[in-house]
């Protein structure tokens, strides 16, 4: 999603916005600005930010029985995984580089500490499984392990570890890097990654996320000349996407289909997850489509997503979508992460940070034709680009939060996430295979149990890997998701005359 928060930052200008918006309105946010400075100064440990303390404590009310919020990155692998002792050595140790990776949060103090140990052993941050069974039960065992505490009360070792998964069955065996979010965001873990891993032939990984900051303003995604904004312009968009954001938590709840049902004000985890693991797609197919739709990569996923969510109401006999039809409401939460400098990212001390926030998306849901429905989702990522709501939204929560009580925060939280349908996420990741502790890894998969179902796309080696993971109580004959999220590009495909792999196809009919 980094392009998008260029657009955002390049529709924008950072001078009017310093020196005459954020004087004029006189809010707090006015305090980002006015402490940055180019200046070159030598690393120095950064205090936790509000967003990462408020990672650390929760940020669901505890009634919601939201647990940890944990980042699971699964890597496969053909045969036997690495040994313990190669990953720790591989993998561990490297990221042990790391301030936050290599000590324990101090969120009262909003800082990080050594471990009471003194250094941690690499080996520390290793744990193993064996299992005996497909590859359903590989992910089923990864799901189930998702939720296991990395905070407090575990014996005082930095929040994170990776999860060893040796199969001696049929099925693929994996190594699950799980990282509290406390520690950092996705670009941060990304940059991470790329100091230890490296192609089949021992060459470093260079991801495709740009990390750059665009600090004059200018740039972004697509290489257009953007018009420059005036002030009075600049004023007004800055006043709207406050108030967008202040009002988040109080809009209406999405519509309740069988797809969303489950959202409402008294929704809570229930403690039950299952995954559907969505078929593979070439990533060349998906640009394809995206060329001749002439839309992003992300409207094109977005839009496969929005029509199997629809599909699946269709096959519910869902009655709300021929009452309400494309007037339904059935939202996206998008994590965004900002980019960053390079001096930051490649500092050990600096490099983990989180400088994200979540950005409300209409998914266009009750559309009949898909086409319609690629219209929509598009329309509403140029939305996204155009105003600076998640600009906002990451000042208001790092400026405003420290000064009201954590349950109002954690209660905002819950109030915006239960108004909506799902959180999605796409990453993209390296584009050839790698090596993960002398292994190469064959596949891999993101998974992040929320509040809500949450759709996890990340795209590798020439490939696209999803999954969704929902409670498991509350969506009946969820399995057919995979078949549906196929159906949909092979649909578009049609629509664009682009012709199909066998495997989508096979996939869309499976």
């Known amino acids: 999603m980094s392009s998008t928060v260029q657009d955002i930052i390049a529709n924008t200008d950072q001078t009017q916005i310093v020196g005459s918006a954020l004087a004029f309105l006189a809010i707090p946010v006015a305090y980002y600005y006015l402490s940055c400075s180019k200046r070159s100064r030598p690393p120095r440990q950064r205090r936790l930010s509000f967003t990462s303390v408020g990672l650390g404590i929760g940020s669901f009310p505890p009634e919601s029985n939201v647990k940890e919020p944990i980042i699971n990155v699964a890597v496969y692998f ?11 050595e591989l ?160 809009t209406k709840y999405d519509d309740d289909t069988v797809f969303s049902k489950m959202n409402h004000a008294k929704m809570k985890h229930s403690g039950k997850r299952e995954a559907v693991i969505f078929p593979t797609v070439p990533l060349d197919f998906i640009k394809k489509l995206k060329t001749a739709a002439k839309v992003s990569v992300n409207d094109l996923l977005m839009t496969a997503v929005s029509e199997a969510i629809h599909n699946y109401c269709l096959a519910q006999e869902d009655p709300l979508l021929a009452e309400r039809g494309s007037s339904i409401q059935c939202r996206a939460l998008l994590p965004v992460g900002f980019p960053r400098s390079a001096e930051g990212l490649n500092s050990p001390v600096t490099a983990m940070r989180n400088i994200w926030c979540m950005v409300s998306c209409d998914l266009g849901v009750g559309h009949v034709d898909i086409e319609d429905r690629l219209r929509h989702v598009h329309s509403k990522t140029q939305e996204m680009k155009e105003k600076p ?19 109002v925060g954690q209660k905002t939280v819950f109030d915006t996430f239960s108004r909506h349908s799902l959180v999605l996420t796409n990453v993209p990741g390296p584009s050839v295979v790698c090596m993960f502790a002398g292994k190469p890894a064959k596949s891999v998969q993101l998974f992040f149990d929320n509040l809500l179902t949450q759709v996890d796309l990340l795209s590798y080696a020439g490939q696209v890997y999803g999954n969704m993971i929902f409670d498991a109580d509350q969506l009946p004959d969820s399995n057919i998701f995979g078949r549906l999220y196929a159906g949909a590009l092979v649909e578009l495909a049609n629509r664009l005359s682009i012709a199909v792999p066998p495997e989508v196809q096979k996939a869309a009919t499976a």
């Open 389 to 407: 709501r998640a600009y906002m939204q990451l000042k208001v929560q790092n400026n405003f939060g420290p000064y009201v009580p954590t349950s």
């Open 78 to 88: 053909d045969d036997d995984p690495p040994t313990a002792d190669a990953v720790a």
């Open 91 to 250: 993998v561990v140790r490297p990221l042990l580089a790391y301030t936050r990776l290599s000590e324990v949060p101090d969120l009262t103090n909003r800082t990080t500490r050594p471990s009471r140990h003194g250094g941690v052993r690499p080996l520390d941050l290793v744990r193993e499984l064996t299992i005996k069974g497909d590859d359903t039960l590989t992910n089923k065992t990864i799901v189930e392990h998702c939720q296991d505490t990395l905070g407090a009360g575990r014996d005082d070792l930095p929040w994170w570890e990776v999860l060893v998964i040796s199969n001696a069955g049929p099925g693929s065996s994996a190594a699950v890097i799980r990282i509290h979010h406390v520690i950092g965001d996705g670009l941060a873990l990304v940059a991470a990654f790329e100091k230890f891993l490296t192609d089949v032939n021992g060459a470093s990984i260079q991801s495709p996320i740009s990390f750059k900051s665009s600090a004059s303003g200018v740039g972004g995604g697509n290489g257009k000349t953007k018009k420059t904004k005036g002030i009075l312009s600049t004023i007004w968009s800055l006043l709207e996407a406050t108030g967008h954001v202040l009002t988040l938590g109080a």
